[in-house]
């Protein structure tokens, strides 16, 4: 089996994570949750006030403050999946509330964000053995990468999905229809900023789970990797 890059692309809530996660711990690669670097960039903002009530980005301060942001993955004692972190503190739960959610797409389309973070996420390719998640993994971080898959659902079956999860996490005051909306809103961000935009690479493999159960998912993947990986 030759060492590769998987890179998995799509919309959000879109099953990216679980399937990546899924898939790198039965071939025994490294699962890197490039959102959740945007995700920890957004949290950063929004503690040192970068980011003011109506919204609005103060993008040079957030520019100067990138070199002192620092993000790794970490296994924490006790737990078996890796928590994302920010500066040395575990920020995992932090990272996934809708109030960042509600501010990550502007500040992923700041494009000295992209850069920062693309070469950060470059670096743990130097080996492969990687499975990524995000927007533009097999467009612009490894367009080298060896399976490029690209997943698709519909923003109702999304939202469905990012809202039960919310629920289950014990987020109860986030209606359907307000994910739905966030869901919408960042679609639309992701589509269409100039900076390295959401878009399926041409040699990607479409994955639309609208109908698909998780099982289903996971075997799919792992046969596509098995023909990849044996060719
Ligand atoms: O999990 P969910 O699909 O909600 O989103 P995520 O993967 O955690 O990513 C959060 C946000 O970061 C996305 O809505 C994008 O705006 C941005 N992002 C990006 O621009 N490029 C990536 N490679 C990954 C995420």
Request: net charge negative; charged share 25%.
């Amino acid at each position: 089996m030759k060492d590769i890059i998987i890179a998995i692309d799509g919309y959000s809530s879109s099953g990216k994570s679980t399937m990546a996660r899924q898939l790198a711990a039965a071939i025994g690669y490294a699962y890197i949750d490039s959102g959740a670097m945007y995700r920890a960039v957004t949290l950063h903002a929004m503690r040192q006030g970068m980011i003011s009530p109506d919204g609005t980005l103060d993008t040079q301060a957030l520019t100067r403050a990138l070199p002192h942001i620092a993000i790794d993955f970490r296994v924490p004692q006790g737990e078996t999946a890796s928590h994302t972190y920010l500066n040395d503190t575990d920020v995992e739960q932090e990272i996934r509330t809708m109030a960042v959610s509600a501010h990550v797409s502007p500040v992923a389309a700041v494009p000295d964000v992209r850069h920062a973070l693309t070469e950060m996420m470059r670096r743990y390719g130097l080996r492969r053995r990687i499975v990524m998640d995000g927007r533009d993994i097999g467009t612009t971080v490894f367009p080298d990468a060896e399976m490029k898959i690209f997943v698709d659902a519909s923003p109702q079956e999304r939202a469905r999905r990012r809202h039960a999860e919310l629920i289950a996490k014990g987020n109860t005051d986030t209606s359907y229809e307000e994910v739905l909306q966030n869901i919408r809103q960042r679609d639309h961000i992701d589509r269409t900023r100039s900076e390295s935009p959401l878009r399926q690479a041409p040699d990607a493999i479409i994955l639309n789970n609208d109908n698909l159960t998780p099982d289903a998912q996971a075997a799919w993947l792992l046969e596509k990797y098995r023909q990849i990986a044996d060719a």
